[in-house]
């Protein structure tokens, strides 16, 4: 409840002010994007209780006694969007070496701003993938026990990596320091013995790397890190204890083990080829392929303290990647909306819808990726990413028709989270 009365300062919208009658809200709207059919549907009625969607109807709006009635006319309403990776607990300007002077403290206190900054961008859920010191966890408990505002989070804690990997250890600093990440395992017992104790520590799914990266010091995209004996120990933990994988992977070889060890969710993917897409597609393994974050790096990366190596690494690996997105699309390849917002501005998340389509994606289709898609990636079918009886009422509205002009999602004028309001223009 706390946050209702501070959304609703922030917002000045009085008619949700009475927290006690805030049981049964009424939803109505000019149109509601059917996501799953790509086509509007006229003069929505969303019936909302205890901050699940009960009924959905068009037409008329029913009269109940004590309801709160939230009136978008002239607006188009959708599910609220989930982004499947993101860092909140990192910053666009905080590059390189400047990453060496944020403790995780301060990062966390940086992701309390981060997760508002999303959710009044439209993002009702993210995947947070990557976080020092369970910053993320810390994160998530604060939102869902209502002291801060954010998106619903499914966080990874520290991500599980080899010694001088792009996961968990960090390559800047030089020997005499002896600085050894939080969660470098080596190994597959090490690798399990991670699992199990970010496990301990509350993470909703684990993140680990199979190759190198982009921002690392010293890591080459293309070659692999773990075996996959490894990888199908970290897994196959994992998935005793209910928990997804999400393997960042850049090249082929690393995508190919990961996918052999059975991790649900390739992150990146800019290298993926035929074995990979085919391997993806029989294990339903999901891609999230970050492909609008190469436009900040090249554009302002420098600026922002990004080392000389990963701009080089970068211009070898976003154009390829893009290539890739509409090849793996084409085949079939399942896609969900990951940005890898953190490493570019929190709330810049839907610039990345836009370039889906240029990609070949339809509006739809890029819909679909950022909710009913990534709902199934997260093990949330009916739970998230949809309007429909059951479902949190987590819904957001534009003007005008996004399945004409997708990048409307850069600019979105309501939210609601649960059924309670956090932005309304
Ligand atoms: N976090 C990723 C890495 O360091 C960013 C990759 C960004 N580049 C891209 N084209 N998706 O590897």
């Not at 309403?77 to 860092?87: A, E, K, Q, R, S």
């Not at 408990?141 to 989070?153: K, L, V």
Request: proline share 4%; net charge negative; glycine share 10%.
């Amino acid at each position: 409840m706390k946050f209702v009365s501070l959304a609703l300062a922030a917002t000045a919208l009085a008619s949700l002010g009475s927290a006690a009658h805030a049981d049964t809200v009424i939803l109505t709207a000019d149109a509601m994007v059917d996501v799953e059919r790509g086509r509007l549907v006229d003069d929505p009625v969303i019936t909302i209780v205890d901050g699940v969607i009960e009924t959905v109807t068009s037409g008329e709006a029913p009269e109940i006694d004590g309801a709160q009635y939230v009136d978008l006319s002239g607006q188009t309403i959708l599910p609220g969007l989930i982004d499947m990776h993101v860092h909140l607990t990192s910053d666009h300007d905080l590059h390189g070496y400047r990453r060496l002077s944020v403790s995780d403290e301060r990062a966390t206190i940086s992701g309390v701003v981060n997760a508002r900054t999303t959710l009044m961008a439209g993002f009702t859920t993210v995947r947070n993938v990557g976080a020092g010191s369970f910053g993320d966890v810390a994160l998530r408990d604060a939102i869902n026990e209502g002291d801060i505002a954010g998106p619903r989070m499914f966080v990874s804690g520290p991500p599980i990596g080899i010694t001088g990997g792009h996961c968990s250890d960090e390559n800047l600093l030089p020997p005499e320091y002896q600085s050894v990440g939080e969660n470098v395992a080596d190994g597959p017992w090490a690798a399990r013995a991670a699992v199990r104790k970010n496990r301990k520590y509350g993470v909703d799914m684990i993140k680990t790397c199979s190759t190198g990266g982009v921002l690392s010091k010293g890591t080459k995209v293309g070659a692999p890190q773990y075996t996959v004996e490894e990888l199908t120990a970290l897994t196959d933990e994992a998935h005793s204890h209910g928990l997804k994988v999400a393997s960042h992977a850049h090249g082929a070889e690393g995508i190919v083990n990961a996918l052999k060890a059975g991790v649900d969710t390739i992150e990146h993917a800019s290298f993926i080829d035929d074995e990979g897409i085919e391997l993806a597609l029989e294990n339903g393994a999901f891609l999230s392929m970050d492909i609008y974050v190469t436009e900040f790096i090249l554009g302002e990366g420098e600026a922002a303290g990004i080392l000389p190596e990963s701009l080089e690494k970068e211009r070898k690996v976003g154009e390829i990647q893009r290539e890739n997105f509409r090849k793996a699309h084409a085949a079939g390849a399942k896609i969900i909306l990951g940005t890898d917002a953190g490493v570019y501005p929190h709330g810049d998340n839907a610039r990345q819808l836009s370039r889906m389509v240029r990609f070949g994606m339809t509006p739809a289709e890029a819909l679909r990726a950022a909710t009913s898609n990534a709902a199934d990636a997260l093990g949330q079918i009916g739970s998230v990413g949809v309007i429909a009886p059951k479902a949190h009422a987590d819904i957001i509205a534009v003007t005008g028709n996004p399945l004409a002009d997708i990048s409307l999602l850069e600019t979105v004028s309501f939210v609601m989270k649960e059924g309670k309001v956090y932005k309304s223009n």
